[in-house]
């Protein structure tokens, strides 16, 4: 019997029967302890007996005989005067058997076939001899306890029902996330200590279904994207073992390997954020004066690809997060931008305050992307026709992870094409403004990629 639900309604049935048990034996107790407590029917049964008695001493058998007959009337039962030796005292019949299956207050009466038999208290060496008829049968009353017993079974198949079922939808749950379906969950709105349990396991299925989704975009962003750059780097090495230029080669090579180790940090800190959002350093940032920083880094960047950057809005804004995650995904939206810029044109950036978010504006004069490629830019290893291919310098990871360290803020990443070029706005809920966070105007932050 390893069923809950067959335990409950087994146990609902057998409390059902144990009760009984304890209503009858109570019962039984009770009626003994109405000796002294009523006395009413014994009274009666004296009185009659006393009656009978006067009648047979007064006017013998025939007297006797027509009192009883309307005790019979009366009650509806058949009366017996009996002397001492059990002998009818009207018609001298030997009443011994009837007496000895005939019970006296306050014992409960007997049934004998479909009669009961009760016996007075012997006054003077009579007795009187009660002879109730009746069709009762213990057996018959089956029938009327019986809705009970069915009543209370429902009831107990109810309960079996309402704890059952929520743990065996439990247990299929727990069934289907070994399995492998990590967007299992129980979805259950109870609030007893049932639901308490599938709520713990729900929170506790979305942790591991975020770490598990971690660890995979992690292994899945290293092997996928790793493989260019080392191939590329492995063939710089072999030019190098034959160049004439070593210093310019090796050069190349620090530049691959930094691009490399960028990307390592990179993809190591988002997928650690995601794993642990408690493990972020929040701090209050001026989002202002960290944007001015990454504009100047990524001037160089750009001067050398033959566009520039223009700062040409910077309102204050505080934002509260981690420094260098905001600091990666702000740099790799401005990075793209340049990488995409025609030859000649500027880069416009912009921070504007909105009520209570801070919104980063970057838009490039380049061709843009197509309409449904809008929202598809931000995922990893996406790119749009040769434009985003790898010769251009791109890994295909870079507004990826800024779409996923922005989240990790509460904020938004979204694009759309600003006819000519593409305009890349970053949402981050920004705070009051406070004296103190002029102090963190000190970035401080690693030297330029």
Same mark, same amino acid.
């Given at each position: 019997?390893?069923?809950?639900?067959?335990?409950?309604?087994?146990?609902?049935?057998?409390?059902?029967?144990?009760?009984?048990?304890?209503?009858?034996?109570?019962?039984?107790?009770?009626?003994?302890?109405?000796?002294?407590?009523?006395?009413?029917?014994?009274?009666?049964?004296?009185?009659?007996?006393?009656?009978?008695?006067?009648?047979?001493?007064?006017?013998?058998?025939?007297?006797?005989?027509?009192?009883?007959?309307?005790?019979?009337?009366?009650?509806?039962?058949?009366?017996?005067?009996?002397?001492? *030796?059990?002998?009818?005292?009207?018609?001298?019949?030997?009443?011994?058997?009837?007496?000895?299956?005939?019970?006296?207050?306050? *014992?409960?009466? /007997?049934?004998?076939?479909?009669?009961?038999?009760?016996?007075?208290?012997?006054? %003077?060496?009579?007795? $009187?001899?009660?002879?109730?008829?009746?069709?009762?049968?213990?057996?018959?009353?089956?029938?009327?306890?019986?809705?009970?017993?069915?009543?209370?079974?429902?009831?107990?198949?109810? $309960?079996?029902?309402?704890?059952?079922?929520?743990?065996?939808?439990?247990?299929?749950?727990?069934?289907?996330?070994?399995?492998?379906?990590?967007?299992?969950?129980?979805?259950?709105?109870?609030?007893?200590?049932?639901?308490?349990?599938?709520?713990?396991?729900?929170?506790?299925?979305?942790?591991?279904?975020?770490?598990?989704?971690?660890?995979?975009?992690?292994?899945?962003?290293?092997?996928?994207?790793?493989?260019?750059?080392?191939?590329?780097?492995?063939?710089?090495?072999?030019?190098?073992?034959?160049?004439?230029?070593?210093?310019?080669?090796?050069?190349?090579?620090?530049?691959?390997?930094?691009?490399?180790?960028?990307?390592?940090?990179?993809?190591?800190?988002?997928?650690?954020?995601?794993?642990?959002?408690?493990?972020?350093?929040?701090?209050?940032?001026?989002?202002?004066?960290?944007?001015?920083?990454?504009?100047?880094?990524?001037?160089?960047?750009?001067?050398? /690809?033959?566009?520039?950057?223009?700062?040409?809005?910077?309102?204050?804004?505080?934002?509260?997060?981690?420094?260098?995650?905001?600091?990666?995904?702000?740099? *790799?939206?401005?990075? *793209?931008?340049?990488?995409?810029?025609?030859?000649?044109?500027?880069?416009?950036?912009?921070?504007?305050?909105?009520?209570?978010?801070?919104?980063?504006?970057?838009?490039?004069?380049?061709?843009?992307?197509?309409?449904?490629?809008?929202?598809?830019?931000?995922?990893?290893?996406?790119?749009?026709?040769?434009?985003?291919?790898?010769?251009?310098?791109?890994? %295909?990871?870079?507004?990826?992870?800024?779409?996923?360290?922005?989240?990790?803020?509460?904020?938004?990443?979204?694009?759309?094409?600003?006819?000519?070029?593409?305009?890349?706005?970053?949402?981050?809920?920004?705070?009051?403004?406070?004296?103190?966070?002029?102090?963190?105007?000190?970035?401080?932050?690693?030297?330029?990629?």
């Amino acid at each position: 019997m390893r069923s809950i639900f067959t335990k409950i309604l087994l146990w609902a049935i057998g409390t059902t029967l144990v009760s009984l048990v304890g209503f009858a034996l109570t019962t039984r107790l009770i009626w003994e302890l109405l000796p002294g407590r009523i006395t009413l029917i014994a009274k009666i049964q004296i009185l009659q007996l006393e009656d009978a008695r006067s009648a047979y001493e007064q006017g013998g058998p025939a007297q006797l005989a027509r009192y009883l007959e309307r005790l019979d009337d009366l009650f509806e039962a058949k009366h017996f005067l009996i002397d001492a *030796n059990g002998r009818d005292q009207v018609d001298g019949r030997d009443r011994s058997a009837l007496l000895s299956h005939a019970s006296t207050f306050p *014992n409960p009466p /007997k049934p004998v076939g479909n009669e009961f038999v009760l016996a007075s208290a012997p006054t %003077g060496g009579s007795r $009187l001899l009660i002879l109730i008829h009746s069709k009762f049968n213990p057996w018959g009353l089956l029938p009327y306890y019986l809705w009970i017993f069915l009543l209370i079974a429902a009831l107990g198949y109810a $309960l079996a029902i309402y704890l059952g079922r929520p743990l065996l939808d439990l247990r299929r749950a727990v069934e289907r996330f070994g399995r492998g379906n990590l967007t299992t969950r129980t979805g259950s709105t109870r609030r007893d200590e049932i639901g308490e349990l599938a709520r713990a396991f729900d929170l506790m299925a979305e942790r591991i279904e975020t770490l598990m989704t971690a660890q995979r975009r992690l292994l899945q962003d290293v092997s996928h994207e790793f493989r260019t750059p080392l191939s590329r780097l492995l063939l710089k090495v072999r030019l190098a073992r034959t160049s004439d230029d070593r210093e310019t080669a090796l050069d190349r090579i620090k530049h691959e390997v930094d691009r490399l180790s960028n990307l390592v940090d990179e993809l190591l800190q988002v997928s650690a954020a995601e794993e642990d959002p408690q493990s972020c350093d929040h701090e209050e940032i001026r989002l202002d004066g960290l944007l001015k920083c990454l504009v100047d880094e990524a001037m160089i960047e750009a001067t050398a /690809k033959g566009c520039r950057f223009a700062l040409l809005e910077n309102e204050p804004a505080t934002v509260i997060g981690d420094r260098e995650l905001l600091r990666r995904a702000v740099e *790799n939206v401005l990075r *793209n931008a340049a990488r995409h810029a025609p030859d000649g044109t500027e880069v416009a950036v912009a921070l504007r305050r909105q009520g209570s978010t801070a919104a980063i504006t970057v838009r490039d004069l380049g061709t843009g992307v197509p309409e449904d490629a809008i929202t598809t830019i931000f995922e990893p290893f996406y790119r749009v026709g040769g434009a985003r291919s790898r010769s251009d310098g791109g890994v %295909g990871l870079g507004l990826s992870i800024s779409r996923r360290a922005i989240a990790l803020h509460g904020g938004k990443i979204v694009a759309s094409n600003a006819s000519p070029g593409l305009s890349v706005t970053i949402e981050l809920p920004a705070v009051a403004h406070t004296a103190q966070s002029g102090s963190n105007l000190d970035l401080r932050g690693r030297d330029s990629r």
